[in-house]
């Protein structure tokens, strides 16, 4: 082989250039282009493509209804060499693209800058938010997967899942309509004042979400508010999946990359948050495998709406305990339920449909923003007997460490006792000194954000996804399933590339 094989491979990454297009005064016009994120489920763990010189590979996108074109261009293609041959491009990505995609450019440019239908497109669904970013208007649509306008959207776009979301999978759209039925799109659109020409769509694509029903059993729960009803087989009515008690799980969600960092994640998810706490048939909020960047964007969001209705002024951790409970010995203990309201705060955690974990992780990081600074770096040495202190910020500190071991310790049971006492108490000590540091890295954001309201769309800073990633390698426990409140465990379609630290404390 000439000058070697290394000569003839290509970064996937950057060899693949995304490039969303609309109709210009005599040819289309790219509106953005950007890199993907991965290419590795689609080019493999090595994300290099074999056989060419000067490749580069265009991915086009009309940019109201994301209509596609794949184009491959290059210098020079390897000949074969026995059974050596040149990575057969097209082929590969017939797997992620619809077979119109790889038709002619000639075409592609034709249906885009000629388009007639394209001025009364409008996205599928119902209109459910509108908001004004630098002076531009931009649009939120929610629609169920068994519209045939979704479907096609998300058959035209789903590469997207695997350019930019780790372990993302995409959605099986060929599915019995009864599945289709249990998930909704939601899709971000900004709305341009004057179409870039006169038959021109007003819409071009900024990012979507998608949510799953997962069916809840409400059995002694609904036994115990009213009998159950009569009925006769067969069912003269079926009900439809979106009646039926569910929890909303949000699955995919990604904004594109020419959009991020002007907020347009946060308004997304708080519009799907508003969205599921409006419908009557969700009982809770839960997320799929959360990117860590997700995780700041959820957390940010969920405080500034506990913040804005008054939940956290409500919310207050009881510091006035008897000091023989308050004494650190063996065999005395002080219970969740002296500290904290439970059945205040199980009011305010049905109220906004938050699953159990990301509220206890709420709670505990407005609690720790409630104590003075000075007291936060105590030692555990010098916090014994803290509970007895006249110090009110030492006592808070003192209580609020106990309560957040009492929920690592509760949800890390089996694990930590396969310790040693000493070991045990070292490791839940680490992790708690992990939690606080999220915490205080998170409020440190907060301080800067909410006051203008500000988000970064679903991203975060290199620099905070570095401190948490180290943060994250000091903790212990770790659980790579969402629990429910009622012990059941759900699913998560998606696999990390790279395997987790053994032991962490994730977000529920």
């Not at 008897?322 to 904290?340: E, N, Q, T, W």
Request: glycine content about 6%; charged content about 30%.
């Amino acid at each position: 082989m000439e000058q070697g094989e290394e000569t003839w491979s290509s970064n996937a990454n950057e060899a693949l250039d995304v490039w969303i297009v609309q109709p210009g005064e005599t040819a289309p016009s790219t509106l953005s282009t950007f890199h993907p994120r991965f290419t590795y489920p689609i080019f493999g763990d090595e994300e290099t493509i074999f056989g060419y010189r000067g490749l580069k590979i265009i991915l086009r996108f009309a940019a109201h209804d994301l209509y596609p074109h794949v184009e491959a261009v290059y210098d020079r293609k390897f000949k074969n060499v026995g059974e050596t041959k040149a990575l057969d491009i097209e082929e590969t990505l017939r797997e992620w693209y619809p077979p119109y995609a790889f038709g002619e450019l000639l075409q592609f440019n034709i249906r885009v800058q000629d388009d007639t239908s394209a001025k009364s497109w409008g996205p599928p669904g119902d209109l459910i938010e509108s908001y004004v970013r630098h002076n531009r208007q931009f649009e939120i649509w929610c629609a169920e997967l068994t519209d045939p306008a979704v479907k096609i959207l998300l058959e035209r776009m789903q590469i997207f899942v695997s350019l930019f979301i780790e372990a993302g999978t995409p959605l099986e759209l060929n599915d019995q309509e009864w599945t289709l039925a249990r998930w909704r799109v939601f899709f971000v659109y900004e709305k341009l004042k004057i179409p870039s020409t006169v038959r021109a769509s007003p819409y071009s694509i900024v990012g979507y979400s998608t949510s799953y029903r997962f069916i809840t059993f409400q059995g002694d729960k609904f036994a115990k508010e009213k009998p159950p009803p009569s009925f006769t087989l067969p069912f003269e009515k079926t009900a439809s999946i979106a009646s039926l008690p569910c929890r909303a799980r949000i699955s995919q969600f990604l904004i594109l990359p020419s959009h991020q960092a002007n907020s347009h994640g946060a308004h997304l998810y708080n519009a799907m948050v508003k969205t599921f706490v409006g419908d009557p048939a969700c009982i809770e909020i839960t997320v799929e495998d959360p990117s860590e960047a997700f995780d700041d964007l959820r957390d940010i969001c969920d405080m500034a709406i506990l913040q804005q209705d008054g939940t956290l002024a409500r919310i207050k951790l009881e510091t006035n305990i008897d000091p023989i409970r308050a004494r650190k010995r063996i065999g005395v203990k002080v219970p969740s339920s002296v500290l904290l309201d439970k059945p205040l705060l199980e009011y305010f955690r049905k109220r906004h449909k938050l699953a159990p974990r990301q509220f206890d992780r709420l709670a505990e990081m407005h609690l720790l923003s409630q104590i003075p600074q000075r007291c936060r770096s105590a030692t555990p040495g010098q916090l014994v007997r803290r509970g007895e202190t006249k110090d009110l910020g030492l006592r808070a500190y003192y209580f609020w460490k106990l309560l957040v071991k009492q929920r690592v310790y509760k949800r890390n049971k089996d694990t930590l006792m396969q310790l040693e006492r000493e070991e045990r108490i070292d490791k839940v000590e680490e992790t708690v000194a992990s939690v606080q540091a999220d915490y205080d890295r998170l409020w440190d954001r907060m301080a800067k954000l909410l006051p203008s309201k500000e988000t970064d769309g679903g991203t975060t800073r290199e620099s905070d996804v570095a401190l948490r990633q180290r943060n994250k390698r000091r903790a212990i426990i770790e659980d790579e399933e969402e629990e429910s409140h009622e012990g059941q465990k759900e699913r998560s379609t998606g696999k990390k590339r790279k395997g987790k630290p053994p032991l962490v404390d994730g977000q529920g």
